[in-house]
């Protein structure tokens, strides 16, 4: 076995699984903010070790008086398979929100608010970008109880170190 090449060798001691994972969600729609939650739901019923970092228009998922009101991006969207000028027409944004909140409900899946509860009682960590927080002018108050805290993005990167980082 010392003549296995050290590569080999590595990808023998190396974990089978994924024992940590660090997920950013950056954008302020259901399509963007779910698939984020749901991971991070999916890797502590794994027993996985997981962070939520939350920056730009992302950090809507965990503002007091905005995560309850996040809805879908109908303009622009492709997976929308609508033209661009149909999403715009007024009602668009709320007739898509409410559609797939009625598909959600079915799947038992939470609205926005609770979900950040369970993940967070689940032992989920959950952060908010310093940068951003302050590029919007915003505080320590501003978001849910939650949050575990705002942290740089070096911050971020020492608390992902040795697991697996997805960006939503």
Known sequence: MTDMPEDLRAAETAPKTIEKV???ISKGSLEGVYPGLIMANGARMEGIEA???FTFFGLDAIRKGRNAKIKVATVGNPGMHMPTLLGALPGMSALATWMMQRQMEKLDIPPIP?????VSDSGVGLY??????????LTADSFVPQVNGVITVGEFYELAAGGEIVFT
Request: charged share 15%; net charge negative.
């Open 22 to 24: 660090s997920i950013v």
């Open 51 to 53: 962070n939520v970092f």
């Open 114 to 118: 609770e979900f950040i509860e369970l």
């Open 128 to 137: 908010g970008c310093q940068a951003t927080v302050d590029m919007f002018g």
